[in-house]
């Protein structure tokens, strides 16, 4: 599961031009402001960096789960980010690798440390939950690659996640217990994906049939992990209009 960064284009696909966007006055967008915090997750201290457009009404808050690359290189991570803030939606990156005190995941100790990361997710969860101007009845996770694994697994028995995005994840074996149930999950992978191979969406698609979860799963012809050209686009129009119809639009109580 090591990823390369020219694998993960996640950042390049949230900030690329989509259709959903493509009458957007550019001109009256709002500003998206960057704050890094940072919160306890087994006695270590966790970074986040949220990102979120100014105004002061409560909007949807999104946990970002980055892949095994890590942030020290990938900007792009950020670039997304800032995109999906700009969507509407209050962004929290998550530095999970801070648990471990790795800049990157080693795949020699990738599963043993697995269990604390999800550990780290459910503490940003309550962290997102808790932080001003979120709605913390409308959450939800944006993950990738090793990240979507980790929103898988979290969002399986945690019901505060409202809705999923999981970009090219493994299904991990054993992480989601038979009696867990997803919410509103959107998969999209390449059917070319040398380090994830497509089964694992089909698996995941499986299973939401399974529990009779509204999902969608969209596998990109000859794309691999990670998407190029029109592949990009679409999975980001569809990214933000699933959070749209599942999260943002959510009815609240």
């Given at each position: ?111 043993q440390n697995f269990v604390s990361w999800r550990e780290t997710v459910q503490d940003a969860l309550a962290f997102a939950s808790d932080h001003s ?86 596998v990109y012809p000859g794309q691999g992990h990670g998407f190029r050209g029109a592949a990009e686009v679409d999975a980001t129009a569809r990214s ?14």
């Amino acid at each position: 599961m090591s990823i390369t960064r020219r694998h993960l284009l996640i950042g390049a696909a949230l900030a690329a031009s989509s259709a959903a966007h493509a009458q957007q006055d550019q001109s009256t967008a709002m500003p998206v402001t960057a704050q890094r915090n940072s919160f306890k997750s087994g006695g270590k201290a966790v970074a986040v960096e949220t990102f979120q457009a100014t105004g002061t009404s409560s909007r949807p808050a999104i946990l970002m789960l980055h892949g095994a690359d890590g942030l020290s290189a990938n900007t792009r991570y950020r670039e997304g980010a800032r995109n999906v803030a700009a969507a509407g939606y209050q962004v929290h990156l998550v530095h999970y690798l801070d648990r471990t005190g790795e800049r990157r995941a080693s795949f020699g100790t990738l599963f043993q440390n697995f269990v604390s990361w999800r550990e780290t997710v459910q503490d940003a969860l309550a962290f997102a939950s808790d932080h001003s101007g979120a709605d913390p009845r409308r959450v939800g996770i944006i993950g990738i690659s090793l990240g979507a694994a980790l929103g898988l697994a979290v969002a399986g028995s945690d019901s505060r996640v409202k809705a999923l995005v999981s970009y090219f994840g493994p299904l991990p074996e054993g992480a989601i217990a038979t009696t867990s149930r997803l919410p509103p999950t959107l998969v999209l992978h390449g059917s070319a994906d040398p380090i994830v191979p497509v089964s694992n969406a089909y698996a995941v698609e499986a299973l939401l049939r399974q529990q009779n979860v509204p999902h969608e799963i969209k596998v990109y012809p000859g794309q691999g992990h990670g998407f190029r050209g029109a592949a990009e686009v679409d999975a980001t129009a569809r990214s933000l209009a699933f959070l749209e119809r599942h999260l943002a639009g959510l009815q609240r109580p």
